[in-house]
């Protein structure tokens, strides 16, 4: 984490990551994310939400198609 990385609300994660507010409040429970405790109040960088949905991207598959759909 940098100093420039911004700290988000747990709202303001959920609206990003476009989920509800308790998707987020499960993964800091469970402890699948970094996030600063700032006195009561919990923030959550904004490289963790980049770097959580990039770990989970699944890349297409590049393969040989399959034979339907083709003319013999």
Do not use: C, W
């Amino acid at each position: 984490m940098n100093t420039h990385d911004p700290l988000l609300t747990v709202d303001q994660a959920a609206e990003r990551l476009g989920t509800g507010v308790r998707f987020i409040r499960r993964l800091i429970q469970e402890r699948r994310i970094r996030y600063v405790k700032l006195g009561k109040h919990v923030r959550i960088p904004e490289s963790v939400l980049t770097a959580y949905v990039a770990e989970r991207t699944v890349e297409p598959v590049r393969g040989r198609r399959s034979g339907f759909g083709l003319v013999a």
